[in-house]
Protein backbone atom coordinates (compact mmCIF):
# COMPACT_ATOMS: atom_id res chain seq x y z
CA UNK A 1 0.00 0.00 0.00
CA UNK A 2 1.38 3.51 -0.52
CA UNK A 3 0.42 6.82 1.49
CA UNK A 4 0.11 9.89 0.32
CA UNK A 5 0.65 13.28 2.40
CA UNK A 6 -0.11 16.25 1.30
CA UNK A 7 1.15 19.72 2.36
CA UNK A 8 1.31 23.28 1.27
CA UNK A 9 -2.22 24.38 1.18
CA UNK A 10 -3.16 27.72 2.48
CA UNK A 11 -5.19 31.21 2.02
CA UNK A 12 -2.98 33.50 -0.56
CA UNK A 13 -4.38 36.81 -1.82
CA UNK A 14 -5.10 36.40 -5.91
CA UNK A 15 -1.28 36.81 -7.74
CA UNK A 16 0.25 35.30 -5.16
CA UNK A 17 1.93 31.95 -4.93
CA UNK A 18 2.09 28.89 -2.95
CA UNK A 19 3.85 25.50 -3.21
CA UNK A 20 2.05 22.09 -2.71
CA UNK A 21 4.39 18.80 -1.82
CA UNK A 22 2.80 14.95 -1.75
CA UNK A 23 5.15 12.41 -0.49
CA UNK A 24 4.44 8.56 -1.15
CA UNK A 25 5.45 6.60 1.73
CA UNK A 26 4.56 2.56 2.13
CA UNK A 27 5.75 -0.04 -0.11
CA UNK A 28 5.86 1.04 -3.28
CA UNK A 29 7.19 -0.76 -6.57
CA UNK A 30 7.42 1.76 -8.94
CA UNK A 31 5.88 5.09 -9.26
CA UNK A 32 4.81 5.77 -12.58
CA UNK A 33 2.69 9.03 -12.87
CA UNK A 34 2.39 11.73 -10.36
CA UNK A 35 -0.22 14.07 -10.83
CA UNK A 36 -2.58 16.95 -8.97
CA UNK A 37 -6.54 17.66 -9.36
CA UNK A 38 -8.65 20.09 -8.32
CA UNK A 39 -12.24 20.18 -7.07
CA UNK A 40 -13.97 23.65 -6.10
CA UNK A 41 -17.13 23.42 -4.31
CA UNK A 42 -19.86 22.17 -6.28
CA UNK A 43 -17.73 21.34 -9.32
CA UNK A 44 -16.26 17.91 -10.81
CA UNK A 45 -12.62 16.89 -9.82
CA UNK A 46 -10.50 17.98 -12.71
CA UNK A 47 -6.74 17.54 -14.21
CA UNK A 48 -4.17 19.95 -13.07
CA UNK A 49 -0.91 19.08 -14.03
CA UNK A 50 0.89 14.99 -14.26
CA UNK A 51 4.17 14.24 -14.52
CA UNK A 52 6.01 11.05 -15.64
CA UNK A 53 9.01 9.25 -14.49
CA UNK A 54 10.74 10.80 -17.43
CA UNK A 55 9.61 14.07 -16.73
CA UNK A 56 6.98 14.59 -18.96
CA UNK A 57 4.57 17.10 -18.07
CA UNK A 58 0.93 18.03 -18.97
CA UNK A 59 -1.49 20.61 -17.55
CA UNK A 60 -5.10 21.87 -17.87
CA UNK A 61 -4.92 24.38 -20.09
CA UNK A 62 -6.66 27.08 -17.22
CA UNK A 63 -3.09 26.46 -15.37
CA UNK A 64 -0.53 26.80 -18.44
CA UNK A 65 1.73 29.50 -17.67
CA UNK A 66 1.29 29.86 -14.44
CA UNK A 67 1.72 26.46 -12.28
CA UNK A 68 4.85 24.49 -13.01
CA UNK A 69 5.03 20.54 -11.32
CA UNK A 70 8.15 18.71 -10.87
CA UNK A 71 9.15 15.39 -8.79
CA UNK A 72 12.54 14.14 -6.67
CA UNK A 73 11.97 9.93 -7.85
CA UNK A 74 14.54 9.40 -4.80
CA UNK A 75 12.06 10.94 -2.15
CA UNK A 76 9.01 9.48 -3.74
CA UNK A 77 7.69 13.57 -3.72
CA UNK A 78 5.77 15.52 -6.11
CA UNK A 79 5.78 19.06 -6.17
CA UNK A 80 3.08 21.80 -7.68
CA UNK A 81 4.54 25.41 -7.92
CA UNK A 82 1.61 27.83 -8.39
CA UNK A 83 2.04 30.98 -9.22
CA UNK A 84 -0.22 33.80 -10.39
CA UNK A 85 -2.87 32.65 -8.28
CA UNK A 86 -6.71 33.79 -9.20
CA UNK A 87 -9.70 33.29 -6.79
CA UNK A 88 -10.92 30.59 -9.39
CA UNK A 89 -8.18 28.53 -8.68
CA UNK A 90 -9.59 28.01 -5.04
CA UNK A 91 -10.27 24.26 -4.29
CA UNK A 92 -8.90 21.20 -2.66
CA UNK A 93 -6.12 19.82 -4.12
CA UNK A 94 -5.61 16.18 -4.53
CA UNK A 95 -2.21 14.40 -5.23
CA UNK A 96 -3.10 10.94 -7.39
CA UNK A 97 -0.22 8.78 -7.83
CA UNK A 98 -0.33 5.52 -10.39
CA UNK A 99 2.11 2.97 -8.76
CA UNK A 100 3.44 -0.26 -11.61
CA UNK A 101 3.75 -2.91 -10.12
CA UNK A 102 4.30 -5.01 -13.20
CA UNK A 103 3.90 -4.88 -16.81
CA UNK A 104 -0.07 -4.78 -16.96
CA UNK A 105 -0.54 -4.17 -13.11
CA UNK A 106 -1.33 -0.65 -11.55
CA UNK A 107 -2.54 0.85 -8.68
CA UNK A 108 -4.06 3.95 -8.56
CA UNK A 109 -3.77 6.30 -4.77
CA UNK A 110 -4.98 9.15 -3.86
CA UNK A 111 -4.42 11.94 -1.14
CA UNK A 112 -6.78 13.43 1.58
CA UNK A 113 -6.47 16.86 -0.14
CA UNK A 114 -5.58 19.93 0.95
CA UNK A 115 -7.08 23.35 0.48
CA UNK A 116 -6.13 26.55 -1.56
CA UNK A 117 -7.66 29.49 -1.15
CA UNK A 118 -7.13 32.42 -2.95
CA UNK A 119 -8.63 35.96 -2.00
CA UNK A 120 -9.49 38.68 -4.60
Known amino acids: QVQLVESGGGLVQAGGSLRLSCAAS????????MGWYRQAPGKQRELVATITGGSNTNYADSVKGRFIISRDNAKNTVYLQMNGLKPEDTAVYYC??????????????WGKGTLVTVSS
Open 96 to 109: HVIEQKSTMAFSHY
Open 26 to 33: GTIFSINV
